[in-house]
């Protein structure tokens, strides 16, 4: 068994990272420089941890998820998403990236769970950036995970997203996030505090930005994972929604 994911903030990664640890498993983020055709050939069961986007799977993870498709299809998995409230069938959105095969997807998952998370958009009026929601939000991710690893570990199986209701409020979002998604591609801008420091280049999961003379330059493939407005030490960047943060996300561990 192995582990991969994608985390924009810090969600994923930290359930990804307290799972694996708790199973004694290998984790590897898929931003990583590893040889992954091996990894996965390699493992019997994949799990795959992803923040949820509009109860879509974020762009990188799908690039990354067709780009080994053919190995994936012959593998059992465990699927893990992270939402801010709820997202519908997060979990069993995996199976839709695979077109006239998610039957035989929806049979390969062997466990699916969605873990509520904090809010990183920090830049919202209405999804305030607020501490007691870290802690409590911690807290029941921590005991999630047990049980989940527990469950595993005795052959109980769970399959979080697959009901009528969860796919009902799923397509809710999910048909209109298309357009939220291609419109964001080209949403990133810096205000007048961007000193350059070149912290948004360096660490943007897409290579989306460049450093340029007088500003930083966008490449128009930004996934909207809001790590760049998180870590802006002027808060000067923004993504889709412009308003300036007034306090940054700094990840569930802090």
């Known amino acids: 068994m192995v582990t991969v994911y994608f985390s924009g903030t810090g969600n994923s990664k930290y359930i990804s990272q307290r799972f694996s640890a708790l199973m004694g498993i290998?984790?590897?983020?898929i931003e990583e420089e590893i040889d992954f055709r091996q990894l996965l050939r390699n493992t019997d069961v994949i799990v795959f941890c992803y923040p949820?986007?509009?109860?879509?799977?974020?762009?990188?993870?799908?690039?990354?998820?067709?780009?080994?498709?053919?190995?994936?299809?012959?593998?059992?998995?465990?699927?893990?998403?992270?939402?801010?409230?709820?997202?519908?069938d997060g979990a069993?959105?995996?199976?839709?990236l695979f077109p006239g095969s998610e039957r035989k997807m929806k049979r390969q998952v062997i466990y699916a769970e969605h873990f509520q998370m904090p809010n990183n958009i920090c830049n919202f009026f209405l999804f305030p950036i607020r501490e007691r929601e870290r802690i409590r939000k911690k807290k029941a991710a921590d005991k999630k995970v047990e049980l989940v690893c527990h469950n595993i570990q005795n052959g109980i199986t769970k399959k979080r997203g697959w009901n009528i209701c969860s796919t009902a409020l799923g397509k809710l979002q999910n048909t209109s996030f298309p357009k939220?998604?291609?419109?964001?591609?080209?949403?990133?801008?810096?205000?007048?505090?961007?000193?350059?420091?070149?912290?948004?280049?360096?660490?943007?999961?897409?290579?989306?930005?460049?450093l340029g003379k007088k500003r930083v330059i966008q490449k128009n493939n930004c996934i909207l994972c809001y790590r760049c407005v998180n870590i802006c030490p002027k808060k000067a960047a923004t993504v889709f929604i412009k308003s300036k943060p007034k306090r940054q996300y700094k990840g569930i561990t802090r």
Do not use: W
């Not at 290998?26 to 983020?29: A, D, G, L, R, V």
């Not at 109860?55 to 067709?66: L, Q, T």
């Not at 069993?92 to 839709?96: D, H």
């Not at 591609?185 to 930005?209: E, Q, T, Y």
């Open 180 to 210: 939220i998604e291609s419109k964001g591609r080209s949403s990133f801008s810096a205000d007048k505090d961007c000193i350059l420091c070149g912290l948004c280049v360096k660490n943007c999961p897409m290579h989306n930005l460049q």
């Open 92 to 96: 069993k959105a995996f199976t839709r």
């Open 52 to 88: 949820i986007y509009g109860s879509s799977v974020p762009r990188i993870m799908r690039e990354f998820v067709s780009q080994y498709q053919n190995i994936i299809k012959k593998k059992k998995l465990i699927i893990f998403c992270t939402q801010m409230v709820f997202s519908g």
């Open 26 to 29: 290998e984790c590897h983020s």
